[in-house]
């Protein structure tokens, strides 16, 4: 099983600075099989990238993807209010097909 | 616009099954991987399995032997069922469609409580 290992758990930044999220993957994934998502309290999940670099259909473009084999990174450039949530990467393989990291929390400082 | 709803018991005595259906709208359920996919309260998500409408599936090694997902072409619904349930199994449930294996649609979730 590919374990997908987020940091950090917590991440306190003010609207119009830059977050860096990062994703570490246990064994190698194909940028093709990793996905990031935003999940806002009360809410299911949203894709957000995937493909690892490629933004899912009316997302932003100050969101953005980038990595490859088992280090990726979802960076927001500007962050607006509406950003701060708990984004999860995820990757689809073997056994089991999916997984997801635990979960990185951006809060607003 | 696909519309995804969960539905079924928020309350499950420890030890019974646990039934959930997902009502598909605004699309046909048949060409696509649908899934259910659970998150514990203030935890990270959990994928439960997959099945094609056509029947076939694939669950998570870690649940495999307490899973069951089933389809119901005729009433665009797919279905959920886990058994021997303990508070472990506490959880928002949601439904999602699988597109290019990526979950594109969800389902508002629904909390189920597995009570002792």
């Known amino acids: 099983e590919i374990v997908l290992t987020q940091s950090p758990g917590t991440l306190s930044l003010s609207p119009g600075e830059r977050a860096t999220l990062s994703c570490r993957a246990s064994?190698?994934?194909?940028?093709?099989?990793l996905a990031w998502y935003q999940q806002k309290p009360g809410q299911a999940p949203r894709l957000l990238i995937y493909g690892a670099s490629s933004r899912a259909t009316g997302i932003p473009d100050r969101f953005s993807g980038s990595g490859s084999g088992t280090d990726f990174t979802l960076t927001i450039s500007r962050l607006e209010p509406e950003d701060f949530a708990v984004y999860y990467c995820?990757?689809?393989?073997?056994?089991?097909?999916?997984?997801f990291g635990q979960g990185t929390k951006l809060e607003i400082k | 616009q696909v519309q995804l709803q969960e539905s079924g018991p928020g309350l499950v005595k420890a030890s019974e099954t646990l039934s959930l259906t997902c009502t598909v709208s605004?699309?046909?359920?048949?060409?696509?991987?649908w899934s259910w996919i659970r998150q514990p309260p203030g935890k990270g998500l959990e994928w439960i399995g997959y099945?094609?409408?056509?029947?076939?599936?694939n669950y998570n090694p870690s649940l495999k032997s307490r899973v069951t997902i089933s389809v119901d072409t005729s009433k665009n619904q797919f279905s959920l069922k886990l058994t021997s349930v303990t508070a472990a199994d506490t959880a928002v449930y949601y439904c999602?469609?699988?597109?290019?294996?990526?979950?594109?649609?969800w389902g508002q979730g629904t909390l189920v409580t597995v009570s002792s």
């Open positions: 064994q190698t994934v194909s940028s093709s099989d």
């Open positions: 995820q990757q689809y393989g073997s056994s089991p097909p999916y997984t």
């Open positions: 605004g699309g046909s359920i048949r060409s696509y991987y």
């Open positions: 099945l094609y409408y056509s029947g076939s599936t």
């Open positions: 999602a469609r699988i597109k290019n294996v990526l979950f594109d649609y």
